[in-house]
């Protein structure tokens, strides 16, 4: 009979939501059960649905008594779900490695009941989890597994929870237009099942994809619709990050007082419910504020805060990414001892191996740590000059005669060094001039004799082969195949040496040449595929890289090779580059949303061979990243900066 009015009394808890919480509610209902049963499972269930992100300790005492109960009555369901909730628990507690020892064995028992459901559930705590520890490709895989599992039992909120998710990924990757989409697509399916906290949640993330594309109107415009959502639900988790989000717009709109102000409130609310992930991402967030306002000891005050939080949660990510902001502000301040100490913390704990740009860096910090060092000495030995003076002025005057002729001595010695030093200067810069007035002589005569000579040649064939397409018969269709062929291999003959001489013209070229012949090529292609959309982006700032003239046509060829592959073979429909300029150097991606490959089964073709070799060549690193029904991506990092 108890179990009848148990569930009676949880059926009631949804009419009687305007007198008392649904919690109270569903507390009351426990209390009126004493059976070890699937009904008391499926309570305790719904209580702690209700004291996610509300309350932790409360959670992870109904989630150790629901296990409890499911291992006594051997319901492997109610442990899937009991051990999923204390994931979650230890998930929020920033434990990452004991959330993982929940979810999985919780992912095992799910799939044992072929709960599809929980898995997608689980799958997408998982995949939270890995994004936050940095292993963007783990994320993905449980993502997109939880996406399926969520289509087959047409969950609409763990659809859009997972769209949404793989969105962050995509962003993570510099995907942003892709990432974009993806939440677009997790909106869509939450304004369907009117999710108020997954809705807050989504504008959050659309904030962040149109704060990456630049456009912060539209960022904005989004946060305060979320921070709206969040404050009408009291969602303190969620407000921690708007907050934090909409600090981040005004920052790059260099209003700095607005900035901090969303920031304390942020840090306020972190503070009171002791989001201790949060105030690491927080209080750096306020120190790089301080700092760009020079209000050194403030911002050191807060970086280190932050850095000691990110070590109490050990936080391998967080620990680099805050010891490297610290070490900005350090540097700013002029304290290089510390500024170094913290860059070598970040090269310890950064997932990267460790670059050539990073070793300049710590070079260069470490000459000017040296360099205050000497200063310091000098600093000393004035001090103990002037303490000496007077026992100088005591010596005898002839110690200053013999001094006035050390003194012009030297100097006279030294101006006819220096003059020595000058002429020799003067030869070797003429021979230099005279060098490099041969080497453009060469360069000259060899793109000369390319476009008169081969140039000419391909052009009589290419005119030849027109000719004969004329005079063969119409309905000989193999003759005319192999002249069109033949034609149209010639056309592309001219078009590569026609790039070829261009770069032997010049010595160097800016990224604009390059970005006007990409831009060419791409005309041509729309042509031939119209159904291809073909996006070009670039940082304003990538505008004045200057290449060498190996440097660019190595990368120009290289670009040209992906986009054709990708016209050719991948059936895409968008086709997206982008450069940007980053600590590293210039990144150059080019990817499409084809039909994409299996890179463990599929032999490595010449022509990825040939862009691997050619951006080699030139010190670049070229990778390549590609899964069946997932596009194609190729990233190209050259270790070259703006000018200045």
Not at 241 to 255: D, Q, T
Not at 591 to 603: L, P, R, T, Y
Request: hydrophobic fraction near 40%.
């Amino acid at each position: 009979m108890k179990a009848y009015i148990t569930l009676f009394l949880l059926s009631m808890c949804v009419i009687q939501l305007q007198a008392q919480s649904r919690a109270d509610s569903l507390e009351k209902v426990l209390k009126t059960s004493d059976k070890n049963d699937t009904t008391t499972i499926n309570v305790i269930k719904a209580l702690c649905r209700e004291y996610v992100d509300r309350d932790n300790k409360k959670l992870e005492k109904h989630a150790q008594n629901m296990l409890a109960i499911s291992e006594k009555i051997g319901y492997l369901k109610g442990k899937a779900d009991a051990l999923n909730f204390l994931g979650v628990v230890k998930d929020i507690d920033s434990d990452f490695a004991k959330a993982l020892a929940y979810y999985l064995p919780a992912l095992a028992f799910a799939k044992q009941v072929n709960d599809k459901q929980t898995i997608a559930s689980i799958a997408n705590n998982i995949g939270l989890l890995e994004w936050k520890k940095g292993d963007l490709k783990k994320a993905l895989v449980y993502f997109f597994d939880g996406l399926k599992q969520a289509e087959t039992v047409k969950s609409i909120k763990l659809q859009a929870n997972m769209c949404s998710n793989i969105g962050l990924v995509f962003q993570d990757l510099n995907r942003h237009n892709e990432a974009l989409n993806w939440q677009k697509k997790a909106l869509e399916l939450r304004l369907q099942h009117q999710d108020d906290y997954g809705l807050a949640s989504t504008y959050t993330n659309l904030a962040n994809a149109y704060s990456y594309l630049k456009n912060a109107e539209r960022a904005i415009y989004y946060q305060k619709k979320a921070i709206q959502l969040q404050q009408k639900l009291g969602d303190d988790y969620g407000l921690g990050i708007s907050y934090l989000n909409l600090g981040a717009e005004y920052k790059i709109l260099r209003n700095y007082p607005v900035a901090l102000k969303y920031y304390f409130l942020s840090k306020e609310i972190r503070e009171k419910n002791d989001d201790k992930l949060g105030m690491s991402f927080t209080y750096m967030s306020i120190a790089i504020v301080y700092k760009n306002q020079q209000k050194y000891k403030d911002a050191i005050a807060y970086g280190e805060k932050s850095l000691a939080i990110a070590k109490e949660i050990k936080s391998d990510e967080r620990i680099a990414d805050n010891s490297l902001g610290l070490s900005e502000i350090y540097e700013g301040a002029g304290d290089y001892h510390r500024a170094l100490n913290l860059l070598n913390q970040y090269n310890i704990h950064h997932d990267k191996v460790f670059n050539e740009d990073m070793n300049r860096k710590v070079s260069e910090l470490q000459i000017r740590y040296e360099t205050q060092e000497k200063e310091n000495q000098l600093n000393k030995s004035k001090l103990l000059l002037i303490e000496k003076e007077d026992e100088a002025r005591s010596r005898n005057l002839w110690l200053f005669g013999i001094a006035a002729l050390s003194v012009f001595t030297f100097f006279g010695s030294f101006y006819i060094y220096r003059q020595q030093r000058q002429k020799h200067a003067l030869k070797t810069e003429i021979l230099k001039i005279e060098g490099q007035n041969k080497l453009n002589e060469q360069r000259l005569d060899i793109s000369r004799n390319l476009h008169d000579n081969i140039g000419s040649q391909l052009t009589f064939i290419n005119s030849f082969m027109d000719t004969l397409k004329l005079m063969a018969e119409a309905k000989n269709e193999a003759i005319n195949k192999r002249i069109n062929d033949i034609s149209a291999f010639t056309k592309d003959a001219i078009a590569e040496l026609r790039d070829t001489v261009w770069a032997l013209n010049n010595d160097e070229l800016a990224f604009e040449d390059l970005r006007l012949r990409i831009l060419n090529y791409i005309d041509k292609a729309r042509t031939a595929k119209e159904n291809i959309q073909f996006r070009f982006e670039m940082d304003s700032s990538a505008g004045s890289i200057i290449f060498s003239s190996a440097q660019g046509i190595n990368l120009y060829r290289t670009i040209q090779e992906a986009l054709n592959n990708a016209i050719k073979y991948s059936e895409a429909t968008e086709i997206d580059i982008e450069a940007h300029v980053q600590r590293a150097g210039l990144t150059i991606s080019i990817s499409d949303n084809g039909s994409g490959f299996d890179q463990a089964n599929s032999k490595e073709g010449y022509g990825i061979y040939n862009m691997q070799k050619r951006i080699e060549e030139i010190e670049g690193q070229f990778t390549l990243s590609s899964a069946i029904g997932q596009g194609t991506q190729i990233q190209i990092l050259l270790k070259i900066m703006p000018n200045a």
